[in-house]
């Protein structure tokens, strides 16, 4: 506790510094050169409205629905960003665990990237993403959104589905509910592991 309340007093003043010097070059840009132009002077102030306000680390967020826990996340970095519509990113690794409603894990979904959108109450999760489901079943791509309002999985790039028995489904993009079971892919073909002895 005290680590993190000394944390938020250094912000603090390093916040007091920012706001100074910038208060301090928008004086000397009315002192010292009329000829700006007011664009560029907002786009300056506009840079520090959109920097992160808040930065966490080893972060682990639990999602519950009528008191059952329904997902957890975990990330190492969490960066809260502070503007009309906030948004967390988080830029490093993103794990997210799904259970059932006997708390047993479902699915595990990884990736090198994230953000969520509070406003919308949507994921999206980008670079490598893995979906590892309980009965083996891996779908892999490089995009991934999660809307929680509409209670659905979709994507808009291409995709594959690999069975346990190691036979896999290529798509261009899908749509899944959020058992991720019932799934509409787009442009499905099949890449089937034949056996030993089987074929021409």
């Known amino acids: 506790m005290v680590k993190g309340a000394t944390y938020c007093f250094c912000k603090y003043k390093a916040m007091v510094f920012k706001q100074a ?3 301090l070059f928008f004086a000397v840009l009315l002192l010292c050169s009329c000829e ?27 999602y519950s629905d009528s008191a059952l826990v329904k997902a957890k996340l975990i990330s190492s970095k969490m960066i809260k960003h502070n503007i009309d519509s906030p948004f967390y990113e988080f830029p490093k690794d993103v794990l997210l665990i799904f259970y059932d409603k006997d708390k047993k ?3 595990r979904v990884t990736s090198d990237y994230g953000l969520y959108f ?7 999760l980008r670079h490598h993403v893995v979906v590892t489901m309980a009965d083996g079943t891996i779908f892999r791509s490089e995009e991934l959104f999660w809307d929680n309002t509409k209670r659905i999985f979709y994507n808009t790039l291409p995709l594959t589905v690999t069975r ?26 099949g890449v089937y592991k034949t056996k030993e002895g089987e074929g021409p």
């Not at 509070?118 to 999206?124: A, G, Q, R, S, T």
């Not at 489904?169 to 899944?176: C, L, M, Q, R, V």
Request: charged share 40%; aromatic share 6%; glycine share 6%.
């Open 164 to 189: 346990p028995n190691g036979d896999a489904i290529e798509g261009n993009f899908f749509e899944a509910d959020e058992s991720f079971k019932n799934r509409k892919i787009d442009g499905a073909r």
């Open 21 to 23: 010097m910038v208060s």
């Open 36 to 62: 700006n132009d007011l664009r560029d002077v907002e786009r300056i102030a506009n840079i520090d409205a959109e920097e992160p306000i808040d930065v966490s680390y080893g972060v682990t967020v639990i």
């Open 105 to 107: 894990e479902e699915r």
């Open 118 to 124: 509070e406003k919308k109450d949507l994921v999206e």
